[in-house]
């Protein structure tokens, strides 16, 4: 059982940052693949970024278009912690952030499927606006 806790989100102006932290439970979680996702208000859990296990592709991450070359994903195994950071923050940026945890591989479009994921944060808000 993993359990994810989501922190970091607040309101910040357009063209800013942001790093949020996805904390988890278990002494095994450098051994899942972490998915961050974000759901604005009126639209679907999108996909955001992914960051590989140390068992099956260590290093790998993963991202969607809309936040290629913005956003960076890491992780701290030592602290059980993965990260996003977000730059050039836009206002459509703006959603509830959530992370998620699989134990098994992510590759390709698995990423991005929701169904995939075992575990789920419960979120933190991201509000982009001047």
Not at 56 to 85: E, H, M
Not at 100 to 118: F, I, L, N, T
Request: hydrophobic share 30%; proline share 4%; glycine share 14%.
């Amino acid at each position: 059982q993993v359990q994810l806790v989501e922190s970091g989100g607040g309101l910040v102006q357009p063209g800013g940052s942001l790093r949020l932290s996805c904390a988890a439970s278990g002494r095994t979680f450098s051994s899942y693949s972490v998915g961050w996702f974000r759901q604005a208000p009126g639209k679907e859990r999108e996909f955001v970024a992914g960051s590989g296990s140390i068992t099956w592709n260590p290093g790998n991450t993963y991202y969607s278009d809309s936040v290629k070359g913005r956003f960076t994903i890491s992780r701290d195994n030592a602290k059980n912690t993965v990260y996003l950071q977000m730059n050039s923050l836009k206002p459509e940026d703006t959603a509830v952030y959530y992370c998620a945890a699989e134990p098994g591989k992510m590759y390709g479009s698995r990423w991005s499927q929701q169904g995939e994921y075992d575990y789920w944060g419960q979120g933190t808000q991201v509000t982009v606006s001047s």
